[in-house]
């Protein structure tokens, strides 16, 4: 597995992760527009050719915000997820910051234990926060 800068050529593979994943998927213009973003870094994790999984967030004032971190279902529970979040921190301190931050679903047990395991606390509660099903989202932090 390699962790490289997300390129136009991953975009139809990831598209097609975030309808696996999310019932609000990002579309591929929409991932295609991150490209062009100052703000923004995105990684993708590959095995050759093979999307397995991808990771952005935007940055500013010394802060990653994490927008999505997705990974197949098959390739799940290999260390990809931990490979991207090391690749966005990894950027961060990079650019001289010195935090990271992401909402997750109160459901989401499996990525609030990896945030968990890697040093991320929880620090704050959004009612409401997602839609379709509505649930709330724990922000998580990660500072150094």
Known sequence: ??????????LSEIARLEKICFKRPWNEK????????????FF??????????????????GTGYIDNIAVFPMCRKRG????LLHALEKKVRERGGNSLTLEVRLSNLPAISLYKKLGFREVGLRKKYYT?????????????
């Open 1 to 10: 597995m390699e962790i490289v800068s997300m390129k136009e050529e991953h």
């Open 30 to 41: 929409a991932l295609r527009d991150e490209l062009e973003n100052p703000l923004a870094y």
């Open 44 to 61: 993708t994790a590959v095995d050759g050719m093979v999307v397995l999984g991808y990771g952005g967030m935007q940055y500013a004032c």
């Open 80 to 83: 990809v997820a931990t490979a």
């Open 132 to 144: 379709a099903p509505r649930e709330d989202a724990l922000i998580f932090t990660k500072e150094w």
